[in-house]
């Protein structure tokens, strides 16, 4: 059939029409595509070695047309033929980094390296870290130079018993102050003097804190030189006899010993921003440099000093000895609560100046540390706030013909309040063993 097979006739006998590709000659040049009549130019087909080897062609995925997902299309609206080759994981693409100026600091590339959370943690630890250190190594320092009083007396002593009782002894020597801080303060005398101005027993435990004052003119047994006024004891043998004398006419046993002068009263005060002082009625004392109003209010050093130790007011009631000593732990009580307060603790200035102050304003007795004198002040703010108990020991007054008075000791109601003591029972005080005037 004409036009079937490989070199078929053209039908006119003058050969195939493919002769110009077959060709009848194997030497025959094939005319060009010009050259051929019209209809018979056929295109050329593609080379052999330009077709695609199928087998090295990827399954090809459609592509959205333009308007589906925004992405183009190919000729025929057909997606684009992919590569043939694609790589295992895409890497997201990288911004160009801008070229480092001389002498710039480095950035860190996450935000600036300030923002990472793990590097703010380890500067507030650190300055944690650093707070507390400043914390216990202040006050280890300060403590260092505190001067250390043997007051445990030889010789027999109570038991051990439980809680803690500590001995505050408010000294009225002049020996560290000029004559002009003498004037001042209005504390007279001469510089050589040592007596007890106040005399006070904190005890400390399962109970209620206690603070319970003690008249200066109240009459004991001193070892050794009979009946006399307490606050003998410690002018004639220091804070080891009046220990001792305390011990044998109580029966409690003192584990602590405090001792606290009148500059180191002013300073302590100071250091602390003063205290607040409520007093009942108008006090003015000459002698004492005081002159105060009624209502509580806030006082200085001078001013908190002269309002415990007043006796000699032109009016008012500070020529009340009971009064004098309640005066006296009122003050101490506030120097406590300011001691304990947290702001003592976060105010780094003030917990640096009180703890300079005490060096110089409190001697203390051997064995206390610094643990014990934070517990002190923790049970003196306590026994002077709510829930604490403060008061006078139980006493008769008793007026004597040359001027001075002698004050003498309730024994009935006194026994009652050292046995309480003596077995940490404050919880069973009553206001008839113990209250603020001991009558």
């Keep these: 059939m004409a036009g079937n097979g490989t070199r078929g006739d053209g039908g006119d006998g003058s050969g195939s029409e493919y002769d110009w590709l077959y060709g009848s000659d194997p030497q025959a040049t094939p005319p060009s595509p010009d050259q051929r009549p019209a209809g018979q130019r056929p295109t050329r087909p593609r080379p052999p070695e330009d077709r695609p080897d199928p087998t090295m062609l990827l399954p090809q995925q459609p592509r959205p047309q333009a308007g589906q997902g925004g992405q183009p299309t190919g000729p025929g609206g057909q997606p684009p033929q992919q590569p043939r080759t694609q790589p295992a994981q895409q890497q997201p693409q990288q911004p160009p980094q801008q070229p480092q100026q001389p002498g710039a600091p480095r950035r860190s590339r996450s935000l600036g390296g300030w923002a990472r959370p793990r590097r703010w943690i380890r500067i507030v630890l650190a300055l944690f870290v650093l707070w507390l250190v400043y914390l216990v190594a202040v006050p ?46 209005g504390t007279g005398g001469t510089a050589g003097a040592a007596r007890t101005d106040s005399i006070l027993l904190l005890h400390t435990g399962s109970g209620p804190d206690t603070l319970i004052s003690i008249p200066r003119d109240t009459l004991m047994e001193i070892p050794g030189r009979g009946t006399a006024k307490v606050n003998s ?24 010993y405090v001792e606290i002068g009148f500059a180191g009263f002013v300073d302590i005060v100071d250091a602390v921003g003063g205290v607040e002082i409520c007093p009942k009625q108008a006090i003015k004392d000459k002698q004492a440099n005081l002159d105060v109003k009624k209502g509580c209010q806030e006082a200085d050093g001078p001013t908190a000093l002269g309002y415990a130790r007043s006796r000699h007011a032109s009016f008012g009631d500070s020529n009340d000895d009971f009064a004098r000593v309640r005066r006296q732990r009122e003050v101490i009580g506030a120097i406590g609560s300011k001691v304990a307060s947290p702001w003592t603790v976060l105010n780094p200035v003030r917990y640096w100046r009180l703890n300079l102050a005490a060096p110089g304003a409190i001697a203390v007795g051997e064995g206390m540390g610094v643990v014990d004198a934070g517990r002190f002040a923790l049970g003196m703010a306590a026994a002077t706030g709510d829930g604490g108990t403060n008061c006078t020991l139980p006493v008769n007054y008793q007026a004597v013909s040359s001027g001075y008075s002698d004050v003498v000791v309730d024994t009935e109601r006194a026994e009652r309040l050292y046995d309480i003591v003596i077995e940490d029972r404050t919880d069973d005080l009553t206001k008839k063993i113990c209250n603020a005037k001991g009558l």
């Design 140 to 185: 280890f320092f300060a403590w260092s130079k505190v001067d250390k009083v043997a007051f445990s007396p030889d010789g027999e002593r109570p038991a051990d018993q439980p809680g803690t009782t500590y001995l505050i002894v408010g000294s009225d020597s002049r020996g560290d102050l000029t004559e002009e801080e003498r004037k001042a303060l």
């Design 233 to 256: 004891a410690f002018a004639v043998g220091g804070a080891e006899l009046l220990t001792r004398t305390l011990e044998q006419n109580t029966g409690i046993r003192i584990d602590h």
